[in-house]
């Protein structure tokens, strides 16, 4: 099973493309300097497959990789994905 994750800035979200099939969605508000993520969904078919870790750890990499926006994760899968990645918890105040 191939996971590519892209962002999709016409519906700001990204998404989890499971061999080419949209499986999740972690959708996203932008502002100034953050980046809101709001909810995240993975389809049933996927759950349980690693979608959602895929889906959170290739946004956050993206986020990290721009280097323009903190991460405010009020979606509550995204917040527990950075408390389990500690890796990740400077994404959350990088502009104080």
């Known amino acids: 099973m191939t996971i590519e994750v892209q962002n999709n800035q016409v519906e700001n979200r990204y ?4 061999d ?7 959708v996203y508000d932008l502002g100034a300097d953050a980046i809101v993520f709001l909810h995240t969904e993975v389809a049933d078919a996927y759950e349980g497959q ?3 870790s895929a889906l959170a750890r290739g ?13 405010v994760p009020l979606c ?14 400077e994404l959350l105040q990088r502009r104080g």
């Open 15 to 18: 998404e989890a493309l499971v």
């Open 20 to 26: 080419g099939q949209l499986a999740g969605i972690a």
């Open 50 to 52: 690693g979608v959602g």
């Open 59 to 71: 946004a956050l990499d993206d986020v990290r990789a721009k280097d323009e926006r903190d991460v």
């Open 76 to 89: 509550p899968f995204i917040k527990s994905w950075i408390d389990k990645h500690p890796d990740y918890q």
